[in-house]
DNA sequence: TAGTGGTCTAGACCACTGA
DNA sequence: CAGTGGTCTAGACCACTAC
């Protein structure tokens, strides 16, 4: 059997986590590993690629791989269709359409998605149930200038979200999390007091250059986002 | 010049975005792409591995690359170090150690990092300021057991994520998201009300199976995590 | 300017798995 | 069981950049 990337990979990881290398100490060369692993320079490059990627380590051509002092914490989040994560707990998926309405497209809007003055727009409100409780509210303003048969779409029978996503290729988004205060709206939909703390997502999504959508995820009290690596 | 894999990512990027690959829809083998692009097997298989680990696309053996049909199931996040949060964004780094304490972890924490009953844990609440404004508060525990050296260490001078990063490779870690609503002591912290929504990372990190680490990170009211792709 | 990583090539073998 | 992706190899050329 041949000396595999993941070999090469884990031994490394495994000198760094016993501190054999330790940060800021500077890494043989590709050439160097791969005579000493006994396998091809490829391979080495493949690993050593992945724990840049990772944040491990930190590369720099004439200067060399060095393992980086402060290791580069990413964390990549699974963020699901609210359908598959409220199956995914077991609980049965339902959805209401709260709100269907067509309008020209607010100041604040127009300036969140680069749109023209007065563009026409969809603005959809959704609350998704897990077992009949209330588990995400969706307030999502849908640029119909780019999704035109957005127009004509029943949202009662499949969600706004999984509506685009299904229909839609993407080419651009922006995803930002933070915590609100439930308001007076949020909290009678989502059954929980005025002013609770609530995790929310805000994704902005473009096609092209074109702003498609922009949605706001606000999820019942007391809900995380988790993920290990 | 020679077709390169960000060549071919970029070609069917695009061809997805413009539609002419559907969500859903089968992608040629790697071999008549390769032919089609007039390029080596090994730079399409590049090409289509990176756009499958973006979830663009869904590969299996046998059955091909498909266009997944709901594209972007994940996100990454950077997971920056305080000061370097505060100083990217123009403004003066400090912190205040307000609390360091040594005793015996209590229940829940033991439970949370499956620690030996009683065993010694040393509790750190640290506030980070930028321009001298409270930014994040951090509240941790050290499993002395883990690292010894804590006992010692001098907070004051650095804080306690970076005297951690600094001196200890990683292995594991898990990261989770939460709104909490400020208690008390919190609000005093961060200069907010009590009640206030604020944004929360949880982290636990274990070193070859041992729990080093947890620790919570509560930013000032407003904050924001964002990731763009 | 020399040494490092970045990438492409052409060929090969293999593991997996769906038709 | 045949076709797909997964990976390794050996060699090559090149871009970048620290020295």
Redesign the interface.
Known sequence: MSVTFRDVKADLLDR????ALR?GSLLPNETDLAARYGCARATVNRAMRELAEEG?VERRRRAGTR?R?????????????VREEIEAQGAQYRHDLLCRELLAAPDWLAGRLELAPGAEVLHLVCLHRADGMPYQHEDRWINLAAVPEARGADFAATGPN?WL??RL?????????????ADRALAGTLGCAE??????AERRTW??GAAITLVRLTWRR????????
């Open positions: 760094i986590a016993r501190g940060p491990i393992v002092m402060a290791p580069v914490r990413q964390a990549r989040f699974a963020i699901p269709l999984e996503v299904a290729p993407f080419s651009s988004v922006e995803i930002s999390l933070s915590a609100v205060a002013g609770d703390a609530l995790f929310r096609l092209r007391g809900h995380r986002m988790t993920t290990r690596y």
